[in-house]
């Protein structure tokens, strides 16, 4: 299978969700990623700082993605609930 170098929005939302989903100790459930062209912004709440950085690595990593840019908000709890969403 060959990389593709132009990968759809949702291709790149997809592979990133599950480069997301199989980080051990970040709740993925709560971070939405948009791709615009090569750039994914990752929305949502984590919940610690060292979650955020987590998650952006993670998301840089997905072949494709050239920038992440993090509107992530932290909730300082454990189970990353949030009352925003």
């Given amino acids: 299978m060959n990389a593709t170098a132009d990968k759809t929005a949702a291709e790149l939302e997809r592979q ?4 997301l989903a199989a980080l051990p100790d970040v709740d993925s459930s709560m971070i939405e990623p948009h ?3 090569t750039k994914v912004i990752l929305e949502g709440s984590v919940d610690t700082v060292f979650s955020a950085r987590k998650a952006v690595l993670s998301a840089e ?11 992530l908000t932290l909730t300082g709890q454990r ?4 009352t925003s969403h």
Avoid: F, I, K, L
């Fill in 79 to 82: 189970n990353g609930a949030s």
């Fill in 35 to 37: 791709a615009e062209g």
């Fill in 16 to 19: 990133v969700s599950e480069r």
């Fill in 61 to 71: 990593t997905v072949d494709g993605v050239h920038d992440v840019e993090s509107h």
